[in-house]
């Protein structure tokens, strides 16, 4: 190795890391509790979950320390996780459209059937936000 620390691509690996980083080691207890609890969430969401939690400087009521210097609990990276999904969905909704490359503000480029014209229509995707909408 070139001296990089590998990215966790495994919940195992990310536990790793994460205990390393706090200076524990990681166990069968831990890898129980965080299976139990983060084994469906995306591995690329626990890396930034753990990240997010890294940088959190609210002061800990246990002493006063910043959180992100305690070891994550599942629940915390839980909670970051929920926090940044409910954040990007608040983001759409106010963008109005989906987020797709082929949407452009809630509208696609179509193809008419006559004479191959282009024409501009509503984004299949984006329907359920135009008919909230009101």
Known sequence: MNGSIATPKTLPEILAFAC???G???NDELLFAWRGALDQIPIRELREALTEHQRDITPDGRDRRPRG???PSPADL???VEAKRRSENTQRTKRGYCGRAECL???VWAERNTGGEPAVT???HCRELWENAG
């Open 105 to 107: 503000g809630g509208w």
């Open 78 to 80: 839980l909670a970051k």
């Open 24 to 26: 524990r080691e990681p």
């Open 122 to 124: 509503r984004c299949p």
């Open 69 to 71: 210097s305690w070891l």
């Open 20 to 22: 390393a980083a706090y």
